[in-house]
């Protein structure tokens, strides 16, 4: 069992930065894929960035590719959602997720279905 944490959330304006965090419980956390999610109001939850088990790979939807960053430190059970040029439409609770699934240690899944463990969320509001 994992146990995710998300913080760093807030309101910012547009334009800002944020930078979010998920510590992870547990000593199999290096071996999992990770990956970040956000639900905003009304709408579904859609798959942010991901992030294989040793960080070598990452994915982004195209909405957010040269903005956001994700990252990993194993040491340290945590991945991490560096988010800058932040837009209104970035408006969301982000959902950090792991994948426990081998098959997607290197080819990050991007569906919500194939994450095993989810956080609780963190809010992340950007104004106009």
């Known amino acids: 069992q994992v146990q995710l944490v998300e913080s760093g959330g807030g309101l910012v304006q547009g334009g800002g930065s944020l930078r979010l965090s998920c510590a992870a419980s547990?000593?199999?956390?290096?071996?999992?894929?990770m990956g970040w999610f956000r639900q905003a109001p009304g709408k579904e939850r859609e798959f942010v960035a991901g992030i294989s088990w040793s960080g070598g790979n990452t994915y982004y939807r195209d909405s957010v590719k040269g903005r956001f960053t994700i990252s990993r430190d194993n040491a340290k059970n945590t991945v991490y959602l560096q988010m800058n040029s932040l837009k209104p439409e970035d408006t969301a609770v982000y959902y950090c997720a792991a994948d426990r699934n081998p098959v997607h240690r290197i080819v990050v899944a991007t569906t919500l279905t194939a994450y095993d463990y989810w956080g609780q969320g963190t809010q992340v509001t950007v104004s106009s």
């Open positions: 547990g000593r199999t956390f290096s071996t999992y894929a």
